[in-house]
Nanobody, 120 residues
Framework: QVQLVESGGGLVQPGGSLRLSCAAS????????MGWYRQVLGKQRELVAV???????NYADSVKGRFTISRDNAKNTVYLQMNSLKPEDTAVYYC??????????????WGQGTRVTVSS
């Protein structure tokens, strides 16, 4: 069984920073892409950033230059450094991983979500 556990959310003032972490654990053979999505109540979940096993990254236009995604393959962990936060970044942030587990084909897994609130 595979689990993704996020941490690092919270309340921050506009212009501040937060760092989210997501650790994957369980019967993992290999992990391809890892990423972050976010969702505001009543809206669709949207891609924030994604990183491949080789380190290639892609960002939503709204976060380019402010957010940085990185990963530690040895720890099966992905990070999202969020700087210059704006009130419109307020959302629940979800970690996702496309991975191959023992005894199963490639699948997408999701974390439980961590709330980020940007407010003064």
């Amino acid at each position: 069984q595979v689990q993704l556990v996020e941490s690092g959310g919270g309340l921050v003032q506009p212009g501040g920073s937060l760092r989210l972490s997501c650790a994957a654990s369980g019967s993992i053979f290999s992990i391809n892409a890892m990423g972050w999505y976010r969702q505001v109540l009543g809206k669709q979940r949207e891609l924030v950033a994604v990183i491949t096993s080789g380190g290639s990254t892609n960002y939503a236009d709204s976060v380019k230059g402010r957010f940085t995604i990185s990963r530690d393959n040895a720890k099966n962990t992905v990070y999202l450094q969020m700087n210059s936060l704006k009130p419109e970044d307020t959302a629940v942030y979800y970690c996702t991983a496309e991975l191959l587990s023992y005894g199963s084909g490639p699948s997408d897994y999701w974390g439980q979500g961590t709330r980020v609130t940007v407010s003064s």
